[in-house]
């Protein structure tokens, strides 16, 4: 296993997710404590020493599983990370509540790492709001120790994250987001790096292999890596994508089975980034794999001056090719959420003003007819 730098902590570079733990009958809130364990004790036996769960994962099991099993070893031989709900605005009045609860399911006194969850397009105006006090709350725990290192995970667009990092960042000790080499691009990952590398903060990775669709992807793009490196595994790809990146410091696997676990540990096993080649080659073969299914928009906004309907054109289109990448998918449906109704893509009238000055030529019309019947389906 290899590790990674952070403050006075060596952590494995590579840490497991308790989101997709291995389930009883394919129910997401009857995880199999037998199977988990086996994995946890082989993760342990091979040097993973961080281990990510929140409140909402398996609807609330995977932070009582994780703590017991993690409870069978030395306290100082892991690190634990779990997050405050604000995905849920009902939770904004409760973080005192939700955070008492969260040590006793987990049998903690203290969390190692602790998170402000998925900061987003949705929650932003009440992460920020004074009158919640659940920024002031979570310095007051770190005061105490309860927690160790304060940090948030994000899906929010480059606007949110900025707001909150102006806000927030002189507190924050590190930030996870969704990054692997199609966000690169897609969900302007690289921009989100950079950004948080702007405030000198470390990134944390989730979804490396995104969902584990990068785990087995077309053989014509297996063959054009394999050319590159023929004795690396596809999955291993990903992985290697983000070594990298020097900004990284945890990568995140949501391992739901004892294979997906030994397979990524034996790709941890060694630090090899990508060289120069290898890394163009990747992501030339990523953006081979979008351009199949997402519209080449550049957001150059001329198709906005020409909406009658004042529709942020770019902007849907962005979300519309989210949602055909991912075949749906909680992200695009949380941008939907923020947007007018009468500026969503089901007020486009089909006029085609657009269309006439669109320089990629674009059927932006039928896009939007199309993401519409999505939505309604």
């Given at each position: 296993m290899i590790y990674?730098?952070?403050?006075?902590l060596k952590l494995s570079?590579?840490?497991?997710g308790?989101?997709r733990?291995?389930l009883?009958?394919?129910?997401?809130n009857q995880?199999?404590e037998?199977?988990?364990?086996?994995?946890?004790d082989?993760?342990?036996?091979?040097?993973?020493?961080?281990?990510?769960?929140a409140?909402?994962?398996?609807e609330g099991?995977?932070?009582i599983?994780t703590?017991?099993?993690l409870r069978?070893?030395?306290r100082?031989n892991?690190?634990?990370a779990?997050?405050?709900p604000g995905?849920d605005l009902g939770n904004?009045?409760?973080?005192a509540e939700?955070?008492e609860?969260?040590?006793e399911?987990?049998?903690?006194e203290y969390f190692?790492?602790y998170?402000?969850?998925?900061v987003?397009?949705?929650?932003?105006?009440?992460?920020?709001?004074p009158k919640?006090?659940?920024?002031?709350?979570?310095l007051?725990?770190?005061k105490q120790g309860?927690?160790r290192h304060?940090?948030?995970?994000?899906?929010g667009?480059l606007?949110?994250?900025k707001?909150?990092l102006?806000?927030?960042?002189?507190d924050m000790?590190?930030c996870q987001?969704?990054l692997?080499?199609?966000?690169?691009?897609?969900?302007?990952?690289?921009?989100k790096?950079?950004?948080?590398?702007?405030y000198?903060?470390?990134v944390?990775?989730?979804e490396p292999?995104?969902?584990?669709?990068?785990?087995?992807?077309?053989?014509?793009?297996?063959?054009e890596l394999?050319a590159l490196r023929?004795?690396e595994?596809v999955?291993?790809?990903g992985?290697r994508f983000?070594?990298?990146?020097?900004?990284?410091?945890?990568v995140l696997?949501?391992?739901?089975?004892?294979?997906?676990?030994?397979?990524?540990?034996?790709?941890?096993?060694?630090d090899v980034?990508?060289?120069e080649?290898?890394m163009n080659?990747?992501?030339?073969v990523?953006?081979?794999?979008?351009?199949r299914?997402?519209?080449?928009?550049?957001?150059?906004r001329?198709?906005?001056v020409?909406?009658?309907?004042?529709?942020?054109i770019?902007?849907l289109l962005?979300?519309y090719n989210e949602?055909c990448?991912?075949g749906?998918g909680?992200?695009?449906?949380?941008?939907l959420?923020?947007?007018?109704?009468?500026?969503?893509?089901?007020a486009?009238?089909?006029c085609?003003s657009?269309e006439?000055?669109?320089?990629q030529?674009?059927k932006i019309?039928?896009a939007?007819k199309?993401?519409?019947?999505?939505?309604?389906a």
């Open positions: 990674r730098e952070f403050q006075d570079a590579l840490g497991l308790a989101m733990l291995p009883i009958d394919g129910k997401d995880i199999d037998a199977a988990a364990a086996e994995m946890f082989y993760a342990m036996e091979q040097g993973i020493n961080y281990y990510d769960t409140f909402g994962y398996h099991q995977s932070e599983v703590g017991k099993l069978q070893y030395p100082e892991y690190y634990i779990t997050k405050f995905y904004m009045t409760k973080v939700i955070f609860k969260q040590l399911k987990t049998g903690m190692d790492f998170l402000f969850h998925n987003n397009e949705t929650n932003i105006d009440a992460y920020l709001d919640y006090g659940i920024y002031e709350y979570l007051e725990q770190k309860r927690i304060l940090g948030f995970s994000t899906h667009d606007d949110v994250m707001r909150f102006d806000a927030y960042g002189k000790e590190f987001i969704q692997n080499y199609i966000d690169w691009s897609l969900q302007k990952a690289k921009e790096v950079e950004l948080i590398a702007s000198g903060i470390p944390w990775v989730m292999l995104r969902g584990g669709k990068l785990a087995n992807i077309a053989d014509e793009y297996k063959a394999a023929p004795d595994t999955p291993a790809w992985f983000l070594q990298s990146i020097p900004q990284v410091t945890m696997s949501g391992m739901s089975n004892f294979t997906q676990l030994k397979e990524n540990i034996e790709t941890f096993a060694a980034p990508l060289n080649t290898e080659g990747l992501l030339s990523a953006e081979k794999m979008i351009s299914i997402v519209l080449p928009c550049t957001a150059c001329y198709c906005t020409k909406c009658p309907q004042g529709l942020n770019p902007n962005e979300i949602y990448f991912t749906g909680f992200l695009p449906m949380m941008q959420s923020v947007i007018p109704e009468d500026k969503r893509p089901q486009c009238i089909g085609r657009c006439a000055v669109c320089p030529q674009i019309s039928e939007m199309d993401f519409t019947e999505k939505l309604n």
